[in-house]
């Protein structure tokens, strides 16, 4: 029973910092047996996964995997080496991977600000082209709207032209009318004084 008062846990990583020393102290307080005090604990049950001693294996751990403690301790320790192995593999495995999907998103990155930008030129193309368009049909109604305003303007004139004409012929033949009534009257008028003129004396 003096094992286990004297028995400390320690972890994997206090061992590796070198701040746990191996005490001699082992060498003096040599592990006993709890169901028999004057047996060393001195074989490794791998089957139990505990260390024992002879009387135990060959009465309760006889059909169990047994092997020697220096075997255990290299079997062991090997296991743990080969874990550290394996967690440092996973480890650059694991960095490989954050690498890599780090490189997949910068690409990402690039392919949709290279996307975004083509969409947009081909907009600003659109645009251009349109507004393009836009010019020449602008350019073409202003060109036949002149040509109605001229169309319009000429014949506008030609109606004014027209007008002006007829008011002249208008005129005129009533300046011939009033002229020749005018005439008239005052040939009668004459022709009537005459008469007058006559019954006067
Ligand atoms: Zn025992
Ligand atoms: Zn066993």
Known sequence: MTVMKSHKIYTLAQFRSGKIVYKSKLREDIPRCGNHPDQ?????????????????SV????KHSLIGLPVAFEKCKKQIEELVAKVGQSKTELN???????ISRKKLDIMFSNTKKKISDKADQEVAK??????KLLTETDRI???RVTMFDAAQAKNRKE???????LEEKERDHLGDSFWKK???LQKGNHQDL???V
């Open 96 to 102: 490989t991977t954050i690498e890599k999907t780090s």
């Open 163 to 169: 007008v002006t004409q007829t008011e002249n012929k």
């Open 198 to 200: 006559q019954d006067h």
């Open 59 to 62: 009465l309760d751990h006889a």
């Open 40 to 56: 060393n604990l001195n074989v490794y049950c791998n089957t139990c996964e505990q260390v024992i001693c002879t009387t135990c």
């Open 145 to 147: 709207y002149q040509e």
């Open 186 to 188: 005052s040939h009668r």
């Open 130 to 135: 349109t507004r393009q368009e836009e010019q």
